[in-house]
């Protein structure tokens, strides 16, 4: 089992036994540690990914990182971290769009700057 949390901390757990396996820190360097928001066993359960406050994806497990080579440093969605208002009917919509977030468009990648990948 894993856990995470706004801490930084990712704890590997052996619930059989009720103990701590192994633990990770995410320490951004220059800035501290970063929030770990979700993470995400893959379907063999040879690799997990978690992604932080800051914006990166924490891959771990076995094998060669050449794949991830080319992935980009930081990513955002471009409506992270968007003002929402409510409605009259105390609805949660979009500051600027006047929409429900879950009925807007789909998302693009952008940088920590808001520039598209």
């Not at 633990?23 to 929030?35: D, P, R, T, V």
């Not at 359960?45 to 990182?65: E, K, M, R, V």
């Not at 992270?80 to 105390?90: A, K, V």
Request: aromatic share 12%; net charge negative; charged share 20%.
């Amino acid at each position: 089992m894993l856990s995470a949390g706004h801490d930084g901390n990712i704890f590997i757990w052996d619930v059989t036994k009720g103990a701590k396996m192994k633990h990770y820190f995410n320490m951004i360097e220059g800035q501290g540690h970063g929030a770990v928001f979700d993470c995400k066993f893959s379907s063999d359960g040879q690799h997990f990914a978690c992604t932080d406050s800051h914006g990166h994806l924490l891959i771990f497990g076995f094998g060669c990182s050449k794949h991830y080579e080319k992935i980009p440093d930081q990513m955002f969605f471009h409506t992270d971290y968007r003002p929402l208002i409510r409605d009259s009917n105390n609805y949660v919509l979009d500051e600027q769009t006047q929409q429900a977030p879950h009925l807007m468009p789909p998302p693009f990648l952008v940088d920590v700057d808001g520039n598209p990948h």
